[in-house]
């Protein structure tokens, strides 16, 4: 199940980060953390200015309403509260793909669930400024390639994927950078 993912957890503890945290998915998001206090649905009614932090890993391009989204972010965060958005960049390469292949293709590929691709926002910019005119001020910009991420398994393709990764690495092309980490304070 999507959601039940422990990886920014586990990697929060092993900075040496002490905290506590909620989980808020569409779906069933329980997973039994030493840092997780409870688990709801996006349905369940959160309290104002609760958080300090709020992430969002690979989760905003599944959102079609964003400019709600946003306010929703901006309300439960405290003043000066941080909010992380690791997002795929729509017009990288391995993204334009995904965003015209089917879900049911998808999901055979990978063998695990797969959700619907909106991409309520066509670039980084656009999405910057949906949660800018929200009040949210962008601290902190980073691309990284992917595309060798993606064909490891496929020995040749793997090689050349790693090489077209360096290569748009050099040239800071981040328009061809597939993964995109967006910092955003109340």
Not at 86 to 91: D, M, W
Not at 118 to 145: D, H, M, Q
Request: proline share 4%; charged share 20%; net charge neutral.
């Amino acid at each position: 199940m999507g959601g039940q993912s422990v990886s920014i957890e586990n990697q929060l503890v092993a900075s040496g980060a002490h905290f506590v945290c909620d989980r808020i998915d569409v779906e069933d998001c329980s997973v039994a953390h030493p840092t997780i206090e409870k688990c709801c649905l996006c349905s369940d009614v959160v309290e104002s200015k609760r958080y300090v932090a709020a992430f969002a890993n690979y989760v905003l391009e599944h959102v079609q309403l964003l400019d709600k989204a946003a306010v929703e972010i901006y309300r439960v965060l405290m003043t000066s509260g941080r909010f992380i958005a690791f997002i795929p960049n729509p017009p990288a390469p391995e993204f334009m793909l995904v965003k015209h292949t089917p879900l049911w293709f998808r999901r055979m590929v990978t063998g695990r669930n797969a959700w619907h691709t909106y991409y309520a926002y066509k670039n980084i910019a656009v999405l910057t400024k949906i949660f800018e005119s929200t009040g949210f001020c962008l601290v902190e910009k980073r691309y990284w390639p992917v595309v060798g991420d993606y064909l490891y398994k496929i020995p040749f393709l793997g090689i050349l994927g790693k090489s077209y990764d360096k290569m748009i690495s050099i040239m800071e092309a981040e328009t061809f950078m597939g993964q995109v980490c967006l910092i955003f304070e109340k």
